[in-house]
């Protein structure tokens, strides 16, 4: 049932038609893409037409521009409104580019869930950069972080979705939103007067936006180049099972599953092999090595007194390693020391932060004038309303 | 052509073609850069540190894009880490906010314009 493609022919990796969702098509690379330089701009061009992209790049610069935060006697409140519909025509225009170019070259998409979170995660993140209220802001990186957080589902990254929305949207950004309410003065209402100096107005909207947007384009345009020129993922085998290699350094969990499966007798565990210890099972051919194992002889060794073999009938149907048990696998065994590092900047990060924000501050003359004189009147004004 | 469903990418990672993940590298870009945007042109310290998050979640994106195309948990791992450099960043970030707030009572970056050597 399983068709294999050589891609010998295929010189670019996208858009030659290859449609791999009629049965189990497995790729095998017999060799990498065909260093043919003359590629490179057909490989943007199957994405999104190029002159497409840079139009989009400089209305979306001129639409950021015009919604970044100004004062309102400058017409702000209506150049926001603007620069919010020209963001969202290009949202639109970016989303039929790419559709079109897509239905044209039959190359697959993404898919359909990737645009409603694409739209929501950029258009969280624009209204982010553009709104006065840092609360608001901050709250609207909490919707970009579950937009993103979908399309790492999309992305099968199950356990990093839930990881981010625990972390930053649970504990970073809670975070955030008391510190801006230790450090704001909360304005009553809705005028640009009772606004925090520093959010009313940005700083050199024009100049950044562009600048912003020429990067994106050619970040977009040298991605889009390169795509093409991706080496094909390896694997040990091309069998579907080929994602459950992992289960051999698991043999616990194997025997976990087969236990609740009730394939264990009493005293029977997964083999394992007596040098690595990793389970004797084999992914393709689905057969399991079972052993009996009763005591420990002189050396240590368990002692082994009978062995059977599961066939791939037997296998148990929730018998596979899931995303989680890759991600920990991955993590503890090829990259144990990042762990290290990584609680050695948490502790630092804990210790610094402490040491920061418990040192007391003396504040300058003419500001300890300024607030003294500020209580002095607010006694006054009391004193002069009780008697 | 166009399918609603891919099963096959939501129970085991398939290879895709590029072009799949292709859109996701330009939301990752896209992101990257207005948070970059946002950290230019905005005076508040809080929501300049706020764009730095974003520029950290759109590296996450990047690097869980390119590690479904190669099928591996490493870009997942290295995502991990991310997540531990932006806690650290922001805690200390935090910090930084309420010691300078608690100096001048302002939240603006110009209001340490004296600095600039």
Redo the contacts between chains.
Sequence with gaps: MVRVVDEEHASL???LG????DGPV??VCSKRFSPDFGNERDTVE??IDPIALYLICGL?AAG?ALA?PRRDREGGRTMTIVGGLLLAVTFGLGALM?GLK??A????????F?YPF?AI??GG??R??THKR?VY??LY?IM??IA?CG???????E??AF??VI??AG??LI??LF??M???QAPTGDKDELL????A?????YL??A???V??GL??AA??RG??D??????DTTL?QA?DAVLLNLPRKVDRVLERNDLLPEGWRVARDAETGRAILDVDARTITLELVDGEDAHGHPNVIATRVLTSEEWPADL?AN?LD??G???LN??PM?IEV?GI??L???L???V??R?H?E??ED?KAAQARKLGAYIGDQQGGAS | ??????PA???????????????????S??????????F?????M??M???T??MF?AA??AL??F???????????F???V??????????A??????L??????????AWKELNG
């Design positions: 990796g996208i858009g290859h449609n791999t969702r497995r790729r199957q994405i979306g950021v970044l790419l897509a239905g070259s039959d190359s697959p998409l993404p898919n359909y990737f694409a995660g950029l993140a624009l982010m950069i840092p802001s901050a990186f970009t972080i993103s399309m790492y589902l999309l992305l099968s990254a356990f990093m990881a981010l972390i930053y504990a970073i975070t955030y510190v801006i230790l450090a704001t925090d100096e520093v959010d107005e940005a700083r050199e909207p950044a936006s600048i912003g947007f990067l994106i970040l977009t991605m889009f795509i093409g991706l080496p094909q993922p390896t694997r579907p994602e596979s995303n890759r991600l696998y991955n993590l090829d990259h990042m990584a900047i948490l630092m990060a804990m610094g932060a402490t920061l924000a040192k501050v504040l300058e500001l | 052509m166009l399918q609603i469903i891919q990418q939501l129970a085991f990672p398939e290879p895709v073609e590029a072009s799949v993940i292709a859109p996701y590298l330009f939301v870009a896209a992101m990257f850069v207005i948070g970059l945007v946002g230019l042109t905005r005076k508040n809080i929501i540190f706020l764009c998050e974003l979640q996450g994106l869980i894009a590690g479904r195309h190669h099928l591996g948990a490493d870009g997942q791992t995502v991990i880490f997540l531990c450099v932006a806690a650290a960043e922001a805690a200390m935090l910090a930084l906010v309420v010691l707030f608690r100096h001048r009572e302002s939240l603006g970056a110009s």
